[in-house]
């Protein structure tokens, strides 16, 4: 598909006057918990650090700017079975640009694929080979963003997303056969279609590489599935499985058990939904003791202020819920359970504890996820944290690279 076969009305990003001033108001009468011996983080996000945020949001940050760089690309709008799907769009230059739909996770936003667009988009422009074009398609996970409002699909989570992307890619959009990349719940939807749609998909590639069933039984809330931790390891060793634990423990069980109660707060205060995400993207990103490593304050604030701008907070944490309560369930009883082509990237960040990046590969090899994928390129890298294509682009789009070689 070309350019000039795409027939959508553009819909470019315009958040109004009225909801930023709005934004701006409800910071301005924040009140503000006391957080008395919280500067060590221990509690939570830190009043010292927050604080100063949300003054840089009233004061320095400019959504317009943010809005400028967003509209550099295609936007679009459409209706899939009654879900409003918002996408962006960077068409591939190349001779034969393979459809790429790219989903991402929470709380991301569709911008945290931004690094990686334009290089898979026209890889001749950052030296590499133009026959490895791909025409990029980044959507909003219905509930998410501009993937909104969704009222009518209380019940969405992400097998039932992958059921929408497939009618994007090939009703919608009239792609015959397309490629798929997702990390955290976006894992979990490009491996569905990897699983369900096999025979329309060249491949696909991924970051965590969960089963699919990770979700289903009735401890879904706990990281950890009830496992003691074992009395005669050594010291470093529990004191990774705890940390390791603990960093997704809270919103897991939140957000499977509790979502709509916490979104109550979330969606009326746009500071303690900062907060919550925030806790997120400290905890998850290989940032060294310091957020603005990874994250600048203004990439932190476009994000926020995309979920806030669209009320989304609520529908998007309620994806864990309903993929808990309307367990997945196989389309087919083959194995590999995930028939396309697979490529996984992992990230040292999170390694398991005890697993370095030198084994990491071996490590998952062993388990049993390696089962359920075909899997034809696992990367293990040093660095990067959960947001492997914002935090470690240029990995990400060698290893997708590497993935589709062969499988285009």
């Known amino acids: 598909m070309t350019t000039s076969h795409f027939v959508l009305e553009p819909y470019p990003i315009n958040v109004s006057d009225e909801l930023l001033a709005d934004l701006q108001n409800r910071l301005k009468s924040t009140r503000w918990p006391l957080d008395a011996g919280n500067d060590d983080w221990f509690y939570g996000v830190s009043r010292n650090y927050l604080e100063g945020l949300i003054d840089y949001w009233i004061n320095e940050f400019d959504w317009r700017k943010s809005e400028k760089a967003i509209n550099a690309y295609e936007h679009y709008k459409v209706d899939v079975d009654g879900v409003p799907v918002h996408f962006m769009r960077k068409p591939g230059v190349g001779p034969n640009p393979v459809p790429l739909i790219l989903s991402h996770g929470w709380p991301w ?41 969704l009222p009518n699909n209380p019940d969405m989570n992400f097998w039932k997303i992958a059921d929408l992307w497939h009618k994007l890619m090939t009703d919608t959009l009239g792609y015959a056969k397309y490629a798929a990349g997702g990390c955290d719940v976006g894992a979990l939807v490009t491996g569905q279609l990897g699983h369900k749609y096999s025979d329309e998909l060249y491949a696909i590639h991924i970051g965590s590489a969960l089963k699919l069933s990770f979700f289903n039984g009735d401890c879904a809330w706990d990281f950890s599935r009830g496992r003691s931790i074992p009395d005669n390891i050594p010291e470093k060793i529990r004191s990774q499985i705890l940390e390791f634990d603990r960093r997704f423990a809270s919103h897991l069980a939140v957000h499977v058990l509790d979502p709509s109660t916490l979104a109550y707060g979330l969606s009326d205060s746009p500071v303690g939904m900062l907060a919550w995400i925030l806790e997120r993207w400290v905890r998850w990103s290989d940032n060294h003791g310091n957020i603005e490593n990874v994250f600048s304050k203004d990439d932190i604030l476009t994000h926020a202020t995309i979920y806030w701008v669209t009320n989304s907070i609520e529908t998007s944490i309620r994806v864990y819920a309903n993929n808990n309560r309307y367990p997945w369930t196989p389309s087919h009883n083959r194995w590999p359970v995930i028939e396309a082509p697979t490529g996984i990237t992992f990230v040292g960040y999170e390694n398991p504890p005890g697993v370095t990046t030198e084994n990491r590969v071996q490590n998952f090899l062993d388990s049993d996820r390696a089962q359920w994928y075909y899997h034809v390129n696992i990367t293990a890298h040093d660095h990067g944290g959960h947001f492997i294509p914002w935090e470690i682009p240029d990995k990400w789009v060698e290893d997708l690279h590497r993935t589709f070689r062969g499988h285009r």
Do not use: M, N, Q, R
Request: net charge negative.
């Open 109 to 149: 936003t569709f911008w945290h694929w931004s690094k990686v667009i334009d290089p898979l988009a026209d890889p001749g422009a950052f030296g590499g080979d133009p026959a490895e074009a791909f025409d990029v398609i980044v959507p909003s996970l219905p509930g998410f963003g501009f993937s909104t409002p």
